[in-house]
């Protein structure tokens, strides 16, 4: 039995090198994972969201950067879209075709919407897709698939927009099929990603005792524990004999259950530890 009837692949830089349409690294990870989902009958059908970004957010090999002083800046303007969409093809019609042609993939179970080019955008696209009848009946069971650093931002996006979906981390699929690929995901979080240094560590556990990555997008909680009771509030003096205990969880209840604690003495939620901690 498939454990959703739609996954929606979130699309990301691909590569042009004259006659030939490349998927960048992280790309292929999605891409790869994309294609056990079909394999490994995760879900029966793909919608790969992501139009033509080439000259509007990355030339033929590298990515702008808004952020950083010296490097290209994004440029979405008419112009740039309409040469985009003239001179190369979408992030979503590269990313089907390598799954068709590398992953042997049926096409007719791929569906690519090739108008988006931001996250927001893949959001607005696709729930107007989703609209369509009989093609959908607006029951179905969807998830999203990406990466760990995009789907931290991703997630909340979709859900914004009123879509109910879940969280597909590529990087579950992939050590869910092989594990020795754990190592190579680790290697990959060794540096930055999105602008943020990732618990290596902590991916490498979830992901060797099979568990989703989403565990590292819950919020904090914790509860303060002094000579053995608990206390909420601890007067000054006894701030020595305090001792604290953080963890992360969905919500106040997950929260109460990982700490071995009633509700109403759990504090939270704070989005990172460093605020948990100054509580």
Same mark, same amino acid.
């Given at each position: %039995?498939?454990?959703?009837? +739609? ?17 960048? &690294?992280?790309?292929?990870m999605r891409t790869l994972a994309s294609a056990l989902v079909i394999k490994r009958d995760i879900a029966p059908r793909l919608l790969i969201s992501g139009g033509s970004n080439?000259?509007? #957010? ?43 042609? !590398? ?11 090739? +108008? ?16 369509? #009848?009989? %093609? ?14 995009? %789907?931290? #931002? ?15 981390f590529a990087e579950n699929v992939l050590a869910d099929d092989d594990p020795k690929r754990i190592e190579e995901i680790c290697t990959y979080y060794s540096t930055p990603k999105?602008?943020?240094?990732? !618990? ?12 989703? +990555? ?18 909420? !509030? ?10 604290? #205990? ?22 939270? &939620? ?10």
């Amino acid at each position: %039995m498939y454990q959703y009837d +739609l996954v929606i692949q979130l699309g990301s830089q691909v590569m042009y090198s004259p006659g030939e349409y490349k998927l960048a &690294p992280h790309t292929q990870m999605r891409t790869l994972a994309s294609a056990l989902v079909i394999k490994r009958d995760i879900a029966p059908r793909l919608l790969i969201s992501g139009g033509s970004n080439f000259g509007v #957010r990355y030339d033929d090999e590298k990515i702008f950067n808004a952020e950083h002083p010296t490097q290209k800046k994004p440029i979405f303007t008419f112009e740039a879209f309409a040469k985009s969409d003239w001179g190369r093809e979408s992030e979503a019609e590269v990313i089907r075709n390598a799954l068709v042609r !590398d992953y042997v993939i049926k096409p007719e179970l791929i569906l690519a919407e090739t +108008l988006s080019a931001t996250t927001e955008e893949n959001a607005e696209f696709v729930k107007i897709i989703l609209r369509r #009848r009989p %093609m959908f009946t607006g029951n179905e069971k969807l998830a999203i698939l990406t990466l760990l650093y995009h %789907m931290e #931002r991703a997630l909340p996006v979709f859900q914004k927009v009123g879509l109910n979906v879940e969280p597909l981390f590529a990087e579950n699929v992939l050590a869910d099929d092989d594990p020795k690929r754990i190592e190579e995901i680790c290697t990959y979080y060794s540096t930055p990603k999105g602008g943020k240094q990732y !618990d290596v560590e902590r991916i490498r556990q979830l992901l060797t005792d099979g568990k989703s +990555l989403e565990e590292l997008l819950f919020p904090w909680w914790y509860v303060t524990v002094i000579d053995g009771h608990i206390c909420a !509030d601890g007067e000054p003096e006894e701030l020595e004999k305090t001792s604290t #205990r953080f963890a992360q969880a969905r919500d106040r209840k997950e929260a109460a259950l990982k700490l071995h604690q009633e509700e109403t003495y759990i504090k939270g &939620p704070f989005e990172t530890l460093e605020q948990a901690h100054k509580g």
